[in-house]
């Protein structure tokens, strides 16, 4: 990457270009007024140091707590050499990320780990030495490879001439990015992290805006005011939609399953709360997939007819969770439930359609992440359940979509 004495010379490709991509692949939105508004800030002299980057990037390009820990890992990975999975230390999902596999290679290729011993060690085992390694990595890195010289012209580096140029070794501040990468402090409330009881409060945040519906007669006063006061006086009566209470919110949660068992808790918690804002709303039951009755009870022993579930009102807000995950009889096939007294001679996928035509306000969420929907066990049926319903994973990010999704087709 060409540099110069002047980092925003003509001549040279643009600083920071390739971090501004970077975060756009963890799923930072950067758009042009923020990078226009970095370089003006860098012109002006308003950053000295490394810290005082990683804080005046953060500012201006971060507008959301869902994508600061994204940010940090990013800014880790691009000015420290230091890549950081998405997951907390203990969370056994990281055993399936590229960070873990990768150190797991290099540690048996050194000889740290014997390949003799790897079969012998449990993944607790594993999983504590990779964050030594990290935290070891961390405490000791004073800079990474990247814009980082002792001296010449790169606008980064210690003793070096670039007039504008900011200071990474020497004067550095306690190495407080680091320290502050290093926390995790965001991690709880990333996109892509499953729900927990930790960021329930930020998934009521995004479903609150599915309520306004209705006809625009609600005078809204303040445009009323504005209006009339561009109109010279003359009165210009504005309406919007009120918020009505009464939509009804159906859950449909599968828990007969394992797989299951992490996440129904959480869900629970979740639209039990949002019964505050919801007042009518109806919690139901069934195990892998939909047949002849649901249940209102966790157990499965209070059964309700399908029938008497399609009555309810079709402008009604619908989500089902599940895994979609079963065998291909179990969804397509006459008599296919598998639990001892459940007899419908109509395939479970007929039941999930006539549900999908008489609630079109419906979305399915899966607590598989999206990204192992086309490699997981059971694939054959998720993705036939995601021809029916409009499916996101159980993560902040695919609840968001799935309330978008919900909004726009009410047409809010």
Excluded: C
């Amino acid at each position: 990457m060409t540099t110069s004495a002047d980092p925003f010379s003509l001549h040279a490709e643009p600083l920071f270009l390739d971090f501004f991509y970077l975060l756009r692949d963890y799923d930072v939105p950067v758009s042009l007024t923020e990078i226009i508004d970095i370089y003006k800030g860098l012109e002006l002299g308003l950053v000295k140091t490394l810290d005082e980057l990683f804080l005046f990037m953060r500012l201006a390009l971060v507008k959301r707590p869902e994508h600061l820990d994204s940010f940090e890992r990013a800014f880790a990975l691009y000015f420290f050499d230091i890549d950081l999975p998405a997951v907390a230390e203990g969370d056994r999902d990281l055993l399936h990320t590229k960070q873990f596999r990768e150190w797991l290679e290099q540690a048996v290729e050194s000889g740290e780990i014997p390949q003799s011993q790897l079969w012998r060690m449990n993944r607790d085992d594993l999983m504590k030495m990779f964050w030594e390694r990290v935290r070891e990595q961390m405490e000791a890195h004073h800079g990474g490879n990247r814009w980082i010289g002792t001296g010449g012209t790169s606008p980064f580096g210690h003793s070096g001439f670039s007039e504008r140029g900011i200071r990474v070794h020497g004067g550095w501040k306690n190495r407080s990015a680091i320290k502050v990468i290093g926390d995790r402090r965001y991690l709880a409330y990333d996109d892509h992290q499953t729900l927990t009881g930790a960021n329930i409060r930020q998934v009521l945040g995004t479903l609150k805006h599915m309520v306004p519906v209705g006809p625009h007669d609600a005078l809204d006063l303040d445009e009323t005011i504005r209006e009339t006061s561009r109109n010279g006086g003359e009165i210009e009566l504005v309406f919007k939609r009120r918020e009505l209470d009464r939509i009804k919110l159906l859950l449909f949660i599968d828990n007969g399953g394992t797989s299951m068992l992490p996440f129904v808790k959480h869900v629970q918690l979740l639209f039990s709360k949002v019964r505050d804002r919801f007042k009518d709303t109806q919690t139901y039951y069934f195990h892998n997939t939909i047949y002849g009755h649901v249940y209102r009870n966790p157990r499965r022993t209070d059964a309700v007819p399908l029938e008497k579930v399609l009555q309810e009102s079709p402008e009604a807000r619908v989500f089902f969770i599940g895994d979609a995950s079963m065998a291909p009889e179990e969804l397509f096939s006459d008599y296919g439930a598998i639990e001892w007294g459940t007899e419908d001679a109509l395939p479970s996928i007929e039941r999930l359609k006539h549900l999908r035509e008489r609630f079109k306000y419906s979305v399915w969420l899966n607590p598989i992440p999206a990204g192992e929907w086309d490699i997981t066990y059971g694939k054959y049926t998720l993705n036939a359940i995601r021809e029916v319903f409009h499916m996101e994973d159980l993560s902040l990010g695919g609840i968001k979509k799935a309330v978008t999704y919900l909004q726009d087709k009410a047409g809010l």
